[in-house]
C-alpha cells in the first residue's frame, strides 16, 4: 500500500479528526480563550506523535506555544520546513452562524465551523502526509521539520523570535506552507505575495462620565460625533487614504505586474454578485484586484460607543471606539504606518474631546517570493497533475507573516501550498472547508514529496 | 397631628419604600423587562390605596399600562391633576455602576439607583402627601387626579391618546407634574420649558456577509466608514447641524428669555469641571447654555458595528448602525424633523451601501408654561418658603412630552414642581437621589396643596 492509498482507505477516520480538532475554540486573540489554545496545541501535537514523527515539542513562548516535530532521516534528499497555525479568529458575530462555530457541521459536501479553513483543515494535511509515508514505507521521501504556530491570527507576534532563536534546529531549504488560501473554487492557483499589517485601536472620551442629551446636549462634545469625524477624514473623496505620508514609500506596481493581474479571468460582476455588494468601491485609479492585491488599504474593522439595545436612551456616550488595520505593500513598515495614522488622528481631533491610542502588536511587512523559485514550479507541476490544468499565481492582499519571518531568520523562501480557498468565510461567520479540497491537498502533498524527493538537497539551496 | 408630622415621623419608613420601589427594574425601552413594568405598576396602585386614594386602576394602553387614582370631595377648592411616572431608563453600561443599578444603595446622604430620580423618589412625594393628609386629617385640602404613566423614557408614547379617551374623567384646572428635575442643587428652580424630541436610527450595509479584510479590502464598501461619513456629514465645521431645512421653523430666542438666561448666576468652567468635558462645545454664535436650553440638537445616542472584543478582527463588517435623537424648540415637528434628517442621510448616502432608516415612536414638541400661570407663582411662594430664598425659573433642555399632551387633550398647563436635580445622573450609570429633596419634597407638596386649598377653583380655571 502507498501513502495515498493509506489517506483514501482513511477519509472517513480524517474526517473526523478535523471535526475534533475545529472543535477546540482555540481562538488567539481573546484571552479568555487560553485554556483551549493549551488544548489545540496538545491535540496536534499527539497528532505528530501517532504519525510517527519525531522530537514533538510544545514550545512555550511569551505568547502562544508553537509546535514542532521532525523527521530527518533522508539523506542528500531536500529538506523541507512545513507551517501551519492551530488558532483561529474569533467567532463573533454569534448570532450570523447557521450551526454553532465549534460544532462543526458537515452541509452539502463541506464542513462548517471556526478554523476549519483557516488553518486546522489545510494544517492536518502534511500531518497526515507524513502519517501515510511513515505508516507505509516507514519512512519519508524527504527531510521534514513542522512548525505548527499559535498565533497567526495575531499576527505571528511571537513567531519571528522563537525561528530567530532555533534558526539552527529549523533551517530548512525551503517552507512549504498549509497556509495562504487558493483564489478561487474554480482553478488551481498559488499565492506568491500578500500585503502587510499595521493595527491600531483608539478612543475619544468627551465628559468624564455618559450624559443626558436633555439636560447637557448641545453644550459638549459627543465622542460619537468626534469619533465619526476622525474616521471620515481618514479618507478623501476619492477613496484614497487621506493620512500624510501613508503612500510616500509603497512601491509602485511594476507594468509586469499590472499586466499580468489584468490578464486573470475575473469578472468584477461576478465577484460583487457572490459577495452580495450592491458595488465596487475603493481608490481611484485602480482596478478591483489592483486595489484588492497590490495597493495598501486602511479599514475600520469595528466602531463602538453609546447606547446600542433595542429602542432609544438619550445619551451622550462619554466614549467611543474604533479598531483599524492597514493592509500595506513593499515599501510600507508597519511601525511608520501606525505612527503616521496616530498623528493624522492626533491632528484631526476635534475640541472638547481626549483621544487615546493603542498601536496593535500585530504588524507584518508585505511579502512575495522570487518568481524562478523551484519549490514554486514544483508546486505549480503537482497543481496540474492533480487538477488537469494549470494552475494561475495570484497575489491575495491578506496578510501571511511568516513569508518576511523565515526569509529574516533562516534565509527559506515559502511557497505557499494551501487547500483552502479564498470564499470559504474564514474571518466572517459560517466559515467552512471544502470536502473535496481535503481529498486534493492529500493527493497534493503526497505528490510534492515524492517528487522533490527524486531532485538533491543543493539545488534548493542555491534557489533561497 | 398634622400632614407634616406625618411624614417626618416616617421618614426611615418612606425611603424602605422608595428602595423596594427603585428594586423593581421597570425599563420601558427594552421588552426584556416586561413583567417588571407590570410589577411597577401594581406596586403604584398598591401604595395609592393604601394611601386611601379612591378609583385606583391600572390602566391598559396600546404600550404600557397608565396608573390613575383620585380624591374629589373638596367642594369649590381646586382640581390638580399629578403626573409622574413609574418606568426607567435603560441601566447600560452596568460595568460603570458602582452598586447595581436595582440594589439601591444609600452612600453619603444619597439614595443610587436606577430611576430613583427620575421618577421614582419624586413621584412617590405626591402619594405620601395624599396618605399624609388622609391618615391625619381624613381628607385632602383639594381635589386631586394622579396619572402616573409607565412610557415617559420612550417619549409618554400612548400617554396621550389615554388622555385624550379619558379627557372628561382626567379633567383638572391644571398639572402638578412630579417629573421635571430642578437645575442646580444650591438654589431652588422651577423648569417652565423644554425641549422636543425626534428620535430615529438607520444601518447602512455593503457587501452581503463580513469580510476578510485581506483578501477583499479596498475592492468593497466598508459600511464603518460608510456610516462615519454620514455622522460626520450632519454637522458642519461651526457645529451647526447641516441638514436642510433644520433650523427653518425653529422660532428664534426672544431677546426677554436671552437676557433671562444670561442673569441666570452660571460658571461654564465650573459647569464643565463639574461634568469632567474638557470644553465646552457646540453650535457657533450662542452661549452654552442657550446652546442647551433653547437651540435645537442632534445627537448620536449609540452607534456601532463590527469587531468590539479585545483583540483584533480582520473583517469589514457588513452592517454598521447609529441611533439619532434631536431636541427641538418651539415651531419644529418632530415628524418633519425625521423626514429632513431622512432625506440628508439619503442624500449624502456614500457609494457601495444601503441605507435603512427607522423612524422612532419617541416624538414630542416642545413646550413652555405661560409665564403668569398662577400655579407657577404659587410653585415660587413654596419654594421661597421652603428654601428661605427665591427660586429662579429654568428652561432646560430635556424633553417631557406632557406639558403639550395635557394642554391638548384637557387644556390644562402643567407646572413642573419635581425635587430631583438636573446633575443626579438620570439616563446614566450611577444614578442618585438626595435624600434631603426627599424631605423638602413632602415639605414641599404639603405646603403646595395647603396654600391651594385656600384659593378657589374659578381662579385657576381661568388661568388654563
Known amino acids: 500500500m502507498g501513502a495515498l492509498e493509506y489517506v483514501e482507505a482513511r477519509r472517513a477516520e480524517i474526517l473526523d479528526e478535523l471535526i475534533a480538532f475545529a472543535s477546540i475554540p482555540s481562538v488567539s486573540t481573546d484571552p479568555a480563550y487560553a485554556k483551549h489554545i493549551a488544548e489545540a496545541a496538545e491535540w496536534v501535537a499527539e497528532r505528530m506523535r501517532r504519525a510517527g514523527l519525531e522530537h514533538v515539542t510544545i514550545n512555550p513562548t511569551e505568547g502562544h506555544p508553537v509546535v514542532t516535530a521532525d523527521w530527518l532521516h533522508a539523506k542528500g534528499a531536500p529538506t523541507i520546513l512545513v507551517y501551519g497555525h492551530y488558532d483561529v479568529q474569533p467567532p463573533d458575530p454569534l448570532d450570523k452562524w447557521q450551526s454553532p462555530p465549534f460544532q462543526p457541521q458537515v452541509r452539502n459536501h463541506r464542513l462548517y465551523a471556526r478554523g476549519v479553513s483557516d488553518d486546522k483543515g489545510p494544517m492536518l494535511i502534511p500531518i497526515k502526509t ?70 491600531l ?36 473623496d476619492k477613496n484614497r487614504i487621506a ?54 488599504t486602511l479599514e475600520l474593522n469595528g466602531m463602538w460607543g453609546g447606547y446600542q439595545g433595542p429602542g432609544t436612551k438619550t445619551v451622550i456616550p462619554t466614549t467611543a471606539g474604533a479598531k483599524i488595520t492597514c493592509r500595506l505593500v513593499p515599501g510600507q513598515e508597519p511601525d511608520e504606518i501606525v505612527a503616521l495614522v496616530s498623528d493624522h488622528l492626533r491632528k484631526h481631533c476635534p475640541t472638547g474631546v481626549t483621544l487615546d491610542i493603542a498601536p496593535g502588536d500585530h504588524g507584518s511587512i508585505a511579502y512575495a ?12 507541476r503537482v497543481l496540474q497533475e492533480v487538477y488537469g490544468k494549470p494552475s494561475i499565481r495570484v497575489r491575495m492582499g491578506a496578510t501571511i507573516p511568516i513569508g518576511l519571518i523565515f526569509r529574516e531568520a533562516i534565509g527559506a523562501e515559502t511557497v505557499f501550498f494551501s487547500f483552502s480557498t479564498a470564499d470559504e468565510d474564514y474571518h466572517a461567520p459560517n466559515e467552512f472547508f ?30 533561497s
Open 130 to 199: 507524513a502519517e501515510a509515508f511513515l505508516k507505509t514505507a516507514g519512512k519519508l521521501p524527504i527531510n521534514l521539520k513542522l512548525v505548527i504556530e499559535g498565533e497567526e491570527e495575531r499576527g505571528s507576534a511571537h513567531l519571528g523570535a522563537f525561528v530567530a532563536a532555533n534558526a539552527e534546529r529549523l533551517r530548512a531549504d525551503f517552507v512549504l506552507s498549509a497556509d495562504g488560501a487558493m483564489w478561487r473554487p474554480d482553478e488551481p492557483s498559488i499565492t506568491v505575495a500578500n500585503r502587510g499589517l499595521a493595527a
Open 201 to 236: 485601536e483608539f478612543t475619544v472620551t468627551g465628559a468624564g462620565k455618559d450624559l443626558h442629551s436633555g439636560r447637557h446636549g448641545g453644550g459638549v462634545a459627543n465622542a460619537l460625533h468626534a469619533i465619526a469625524t476622525l474616521v471620515a477624514s481618514l479618507h478623501d
Open 369 to 380: 517570493i522570487p518568481d524562478d523559485h523551484p519549490g514554486l514550479a514544483l508546486a505549480e
Open 434 to 463: 471544502r470536502l473535496q479540497r481535503l481529498d486534493d491537498g492529500l493527493k497534493a502533498w503526497i505528490r510534492y514529496w515524492e517528487l522533490l524527493g527524486e531532485r538533491s538537497a543543493d539545488e534548493f539551496l542555491r534557489a
Open 243 to 296: 493620512v500624510a505620508g501613508f503612500y510616500d514609500k509603497a512601491k509602485p506596481i511594476s507594468n509586469s505586474v499590472r499586466q499580468a493581474v489584468a490578464a486573470l479571468p475575473f469578472s468584477e460582476e461576478k465577484y460583487l454578485q457572490s459577495i452580495g455588494a450592491p458595488a465596487g468601491v475603493g481608490e481611484e485609479g485602480y482596478t478591483l484586484l489592483e486595489r484588492q492585491w497590490l495597493r495598501p
